[in-house]
């Protein structure tokens, strides 16, 4: 219990209980705060998530209606969040895994072992030479040659797929509690960027996070390799257990 002397019964506390909002004025970070009856959740699971961050049960939600839908998400929701949920669960008792990410949602020709090769100079200038030798190993060279330099464009394909299976977007005016101890997201990240156009550029978030425990990271089955990245080169993941980009009042 605490303190009667804390003013946490009538006024914020926590980091960034308090803001500005646009117009200057002072308030206070309320997350889905006044939600109706229908926009408060319970979730266990990926697509239970999905859904209660979409606001699927909310009167104004229809689905393939873009502003009916964006009505939703904007409105106060609260979640309760029960045990261990997986942003790599396709629902049916699997879990994507690299292969998977090759062809769901679109297919892709990205390999990592190719995606390597493609850095090794020596290797492209002997396949170049076998090419402009010609003889009976030309074809295969030069399929070969174009399949590697095609390999980051592959890349990023491939990278999207697997972001389109594991990214929660969290809208605006929302307030996400773990229940118990155990709450946990392992293979998946929250993205909070209300100020994207997915959220018509919303500028003040509103968020509430709370009580969760969180992988460090997801796996990145596609990183990228940047050669420019410190003296030797390094490889960069894309993601993290949260990201927040571009939004306010989390």
């Given at each position: 219990m605490a303190d009667e002397t804390l003013p946490v019964k009538t006024a914020p506390f926590g980091w960034a209980a308090q803001y500005k909002d646009v117009e200057g004025t002072a308030a206070a970070t309320t997350g889905g705060e006044g939600a109706r009856a229908e926009s408060i959740y319970v979730v266990s699971s990926r697509q239970e998530l999905k859904d209660a961050l979409s606001n699927v049960r909310s009167p104004n939600y229809l689905a393939g209606d873009a502003t009916a839908e964006l009505a939703a998400k904007l409105e106060p929701?609260?979640?309760?969040?029960?045990?261990t949920i997986r942003g790599d669960d396709l629902g049916n008792g699997s879990y994507a895994d690299a292969t998977y990410y090759k062809t769901k949602p679109n297919k892709t020709t990205f390999d990592f072992d190719l995606y390597v090769k493609a850095f090794d100079k020596d290797y492209l200038e002997q396949l170049q030479a076998t090419i402009d030798a010609g003889g009976a190993e030309a074809t295969a060279a030069q399929a070969e040659l174009s399949l590697l330099k095609k390999q980051n464009d592959q890349r990023s394909q491939y990278a999207n797929n697997q972001k389109a299976q594991i990214q929660f977007q969290v809208p605006p005016?929302?307030?996400?509690?773990?229940?118990?101890?155990d709450a946990r997201?392992?293979?998946?990240?929250?993205?909070?960027?209300?100020l994207s156009h997915t959220f018509n550029k919303t500028d003040n978030s509103n968020i509430i996070i709370r009580n969760i425990t969180?992988?460090?990271a997801p796996r990145d089955f596609a990183p990228a390799w940047d050669a420019g990245d410190g003296a030797s080169g390094n490889w960069n993941?894309?993601?993290?257990?949260?990201?927040?980009?571009?939004?306010k009042n989390v």
């Amino acid at each position: 219990m605490a303190d009667e002397t804390l003013p946490v019964k009538t006024a914020p506390f926590g980091w960034a209980a308090q803001y500005k909002d646009v117009e200057g004025t002072a308030a206070a970070t309320t997350g889905g705060e006044g939600a109706r009856a229908e926009s408060i959740y319970v979730v266990s699971s990926r697509q239970e998530l999905k859904d209660a961050l979409s606001n699927v049960r909310s009167p104004n939600y229809l689905a393939g209606d873009a502003t009916a839908e964006l009505a939703a998400k904007l409105e106060p929701k609260i979640i309760y969040w029960v045990g261990t949920i997986r942003g790599d669960d396709l629902g049916n008792g699997s879990y994507a895994d690299a292969t998977y990410y090759k062809t769901k949602p679109n297919k892709t020709t990205f390999d990592f072992d190719l995606y390597v090769k493609a850095f090794d100079k020596d290797y492209l200038e002997q396949l170049q030479a076998t090419i402009d030798a010609g003889g009976a190993e030309a074809t295969a060279a030069q399929a070969e040659l174009s399949l590697l330099k095609k390999q980051n464009d592959q890349r990023s394909q491939y990278a999207n797929n697997q972001k389109a299976q594991i990214q929660f977007q969290v809208p605006p005016n929302t307030t996400i509690l773990g229940v118990g101890e155990d709450a946990r997201l392992e293979e998946g990240y929250l993205s909070i960027n209300t100020l994207s156009h997915t959220f018509n550029k919303t500028d003040n978030s509103n968020i509430i996070i709370r009580n969760i425990t969180f992988q460090a990271a997801p796996r990145d089955f596609a990183p990228a390799w940047d050669a420019g990245d410190g003296a030797s080169g390094n490889w960069n993941a894309r993601y993290d257990a949260v990201s927040i980009n571009a939004s306010k009042n989390v």
